[in-house]
C-alpha cells in the first residue's frame, strides 16, 4: 500500500534537546511538506520541498530545519532555538508542488517537550 | 493575499440530521477547493475537490460540495450525518498560480449527538 508514514507517533523530550522526526513516502510524489497543528490554528506550513536537494522556508520556520537527501524522505528536525515545540506535527506529500494537486497527509507525530 | 474562512469553530448536528460547513475565501480568481477531514489524532483525508465544470462536487463517505462562485463559497454538505462523521473538517485552497501551496482554514469541529 502507497502511503506516508511518520514515526514515532508520540515523543517525549526534554527542553534544550533537538529531535528529529521522521517522514517518509512511497508515493513516488516529488513535493513534500511539514505543518505543525495547534488547537484552533489550523494548519501551519514549517518547510515544504519541491524537489531532492531543494527546500524552502514556510511561514513559521525558525527553530526547525530539515533535509531533502532522498526523494522518500524528509525529515524535520525541532531545535532548542523553537519556543514552544510542544505540537503535533503533520508530514503530507503531493505529485508536485502545484496546488492542483491533493496533499496526503501522515498520521502525525504528537510531540511533547518538557 | 489569499485567504480562508471556515465562520464555525464547532457544531453540534443530531445523528441523521442535515450537515452544512462552511467556507469562504478570498482569491480574485477561481482556487482549486478542497475538504479534508482530520479524526482525532489522525492525520488529514481528503473527502473531495473542485476544480472545474460542475459546481456541485460529490465525494467519499456521503459528502458534497458546491462552489457558488458569486459567494467565494465551497459549503460542505451531508443529508444524514452518523456518530462516525464525529470529525475535524479543513477547507483549503488552491491558488492558479505556478508554485504555490494549499492554504488551510483553522478547521471546523464537529460533534454528533444520539
Known amino acids: 500500500d502507497g502511503g506516508i508514514t511518520q514515526s514515532p507517533k508520540y515523543l517525549f523530550r526534554k527542553e534544550g534537546q533537538n529531535v528529529t522526526l521522521s517522514c517518509e513516502q512511497n508515493l513516488n510524489h516529488d513535493a513534500m511538506y511539514w505543518y505543525r497543528q495547534d488547537p484552533g490554528q489550523g494548519l501551519r506550513l514549517i518547510y515544504y520541498s519541491q524537489i531532492v536537494n531543494d527546500f524552502q522556508k514556510g511561514d513559521i520556520a525558525e527553530g526547525y530545519s530539515v533535509s531533502r537527501e532522498k526523494k522518500e524522505s524528509f525529515p524535520l528536525t525541532v531545535t532548542s532555538a523553537q519556543k514552544n515545540p510542544t505540537a503535533f506535527y503533520l508530514c503530507?506529500?503531493?505529485?508536485?508542488?502545484?496546488?492542483?494537486?491533493?496533499?496526503?497527509f501522515g498520521p502525525g507525530t504528537r510531540l511533547t517537550v518538557t | 493575499a489569499q485567504s480562508v474562512t471556515q465562520p464555525d469553530i464547532h457544531i453540534t448536528v443530531s445523528e441523521g440530521a442535515s450537515l452544512e460547513l462552511r467556507c469562504n475565501y478570498s482569491y480574485g480568481a477561481t482556487p482549486y477547493l478542497f475538504w479534508y477531514v482530520q479524526s482525532p489524532g489522525q492525520g488529514l483525508q481528503l473527502l473531495l475537490k473542485?476544480?472545474?465544470?460542475?459546481?456541485l462536487v460529490q465525494g467519499i463517505k456521503g459528502f458534497e460540495a458546491e462552489f457558488k462562485r458569486s459567494q467565494s463559497s465551497f459549503n460542505l454538505r451531508k443529508p444524514s450525518v452518523h456518530w462516525s462523521d464525529a470529525a475535524e473538517y479543513f477547507c483549503?485552497?488552491?491558488?492558479?498560480?505556478?508554485?504555490?501551496?494549499?492554504?488551510f482554514g483553522k478547521g471546523t469541529t464537529l460533534s454528533v449527538s444520539s
Open positions: 503530507a506529500s503531493s505529485r508536485n508542488f502545484d496546488s492542483s494537486y491533493e496533499q496526503y
Open positions: 483549503a485552497v488552491g491558488v492558479r498560480q505556478a508554485g504555490t501551496a494549499l492554504i
Open positions: 473542485y476544480f472545474s465544470g460542475d459546481t
